[in-house]
Nanobody
């Protein structure tokens, strides 16, 4: 069974940093793109970042560009999202996803259950 388990969410003050982790099991991790999405209350799920399996190229949503960094450790079957200069508008449930795609949710068949990130003033 494929499992993606997020961790590292929590409360942080504006301007602070947080690192999310996504531990994957049950799939050939090194052959899957890994991505992060987020969803705030009452809003649509939105793309945050993606890292390719083939060449580790990255892509970011404009609103997080320069503040967030996605990475992966294939030996540990783990993806990371380093979040810096956090803003209250970054508050959301953050989801880890695995698949082969870009910024569309439908391109990722495997999802974690999410981890809450709350940024206070």
């Amino acid at each position: 069974q494929v499992q993606l388990v997020e961790s590292g969410g929590g409360l942080v003050q504006a301007g602070g940093s947080l690192r999310l982790s996504c531990a994957a099991s049950g799939l050939a991790f090194s052959r899957y793109d890994m991505a992060w999405f987020r969803q705030a209350p009452g809003k649509e799920r939105e793309f945050v970042a993606r890292i390719k399996w083939s060449d580790s190229t990255t892509r970011y949503a404009d609103v997080v560009q320069g503040r967030f960094t996605i990475s992966r450790d294939n030996a540990k079957n783990t993806s990371y999202l380093e979040m810096n200069s956090l803003k209250p508008e970054d508050t959301a449930i953050y989801y880890c996803a695995a698949g082969n795609g870009a910024s569309l949710s439908a391109q990722y068949p495997y999802w974690g259950q999410g981890t809450q990130v709350t940024v206070s003033l």
